[in-house]
């Protein structure tokens, strides 16, 4: 059984940080892997999508990477700013990317 | 347009009523999803159609009914819910190709009394 983990939790940085968030799965045959921002009580916003055929995928301040190997992936955010504080979802897709399981997510906190 | 609608927003309701909740897109997605998420939780995937027939049901409770009724439209109907159902009602669309990239609705919060 697929298991997605999300470390750390909870994140507080400064504005203009580098960061790094981290999900890690146990199933390393799947299809695809997303990450998605959820804003308090709302739906959730894709930021990128790594086909199990990729390494990484570019957006803007987004960079995300993925090693089926070791069943990784990290989402890299550059020069972060206050409006990046939101919670931060990893969705690993099986079974033709429809059967998904999300990590618990990392709340990120920017500080200006 | 890429936007996945869902009404109503907000719905309370009785351990006795019967109500629907309902997603729309007009992306061309030929597979919709029907996900909860309990508060400071990750969504957890309900049900999946693909092509207007239903793939994947996760062991849901019959008092969870979804339907879809052609290509675009998504309704989750409820009947004699718990207090432990009250949730946000998330709803997802993608197109069914290599990428099958889901793109969600808003949610419906739902409280059951």
Known sequence: KQEVTQIPAALSVPEGENLVLNCSFTDSAIYNLQWFRQDPGKGLTSLLLIQSSQREQTSGRLNASLDKSSGRSTLYIAASQPGDSATYLCAVGNTGGFKTIFGAGTRLFVKA | DTE????????????TNKKSLKCEQHMGHRAMYWYKQKAKKPPELMFVYSYEKLSINESVPSRFSPECPNSSLLNLHLHALQPEDSALYLCASSQPTDRNEQFFGPGTRLTVL
Do not use: A, I, R, S
């Open chain 2, 4 to 15: 996945v609608t869902q009404t109503p927003k907000h719905l309370v309701m009785g351990m």
